[in-house]
């Protein structure tokens, strides 16, 4: 099972940092990956880390977030910086690996003045 935790409520330019954590389990065998939705809209894929280490971003977010992992704390987390009100949205985490696919609940970020 996934856990999101870190959301919350931020100023336009402000910075959270949300991590992703998992009972019972390595994360260190998945890929892990962040995806989020607004009200009315599809879940959209914003990045991910392999289990290698390589990341991939979504256009709108490179340069402001950052996802990594600590293998020591089996956590992932994505680092968010200069969020703007169109990075409001529930962030969810999601961790696959052959045959598995899990999805957390799902953390909520809010970016407004």
């Known amino acids: 099972q996934l856990v999101e935790s870190g959301g919350g409520s931020v100023h336009p330019g402000g910075s959270l940092r949300i991590s992703c954590s998992a009972s019972?389990?390595?994360?260190?065998?998945?890929?892990l990956s962040w995806y989020r939705q607004s009200p009315g809209d599809e879940r959209e894929f914003v990045a991910q880390?392999?289990?290698?280490?390589?990341?991939t971003y979504r256009d709108s977010v490179k340069g402001r977030f950052t996802v990594a992992r600590d293998r020591q704390e089996n956590l992932a987390y994505l680092q968010m910086n200069g969020l703007n009100s169109d990075d409001t949205a529930v962030y969810y985490c999601?961790?696959?690996?052959?045959?598995?696919?899990?999805w957390g609940q799902g953390t909520q970020v809010t970016v407004s003045s």
């Open positions: 880390i392999t289990k290698r280490g390589d990341t």
């Open positions: 999601r961790a696959q690996a052959p045959g598995r696919d899990v």
């Open positions: 019972g389990g390595d994360l260190g065998m998945y890929s």
